[in-house]
């Protein structure tokens, strides 16, 4: 494989790991955990776990 190809299949990678973060933090939130439990058990920084309990708040 060659070098870019290999890059690219790394960012596409990180990209897809950190949208499982996100939506997991997501799902946590609609269940009421605490965002800091959120932010330790997904391995989010606490202000992006801030961030979206801001955004659903906005959405309902």
């Not at 990209?15 to 946590?28: D, F, P, Q, S, V």
């Not at 959120?38 to 309990?53: D, F, H, M, N, W």
């Amino acid at each position: 494989m060659s070098k870019i190809m290999e890059e690219l299949y790394e960012e596409a990678r990180t990209e897809a790991m950190l949208e499982a973060k996100l939506e997991g933090a997501r799902n946590m939130l609609m269940e009421n955990f605490p965002e800091e439990t959120i932010a330790r058990c997904i391995g989010l920084p606490l202000e992006k776990v801030q961030q979206l309990a801001e955004e659903l708040k906005v959405q309902v």
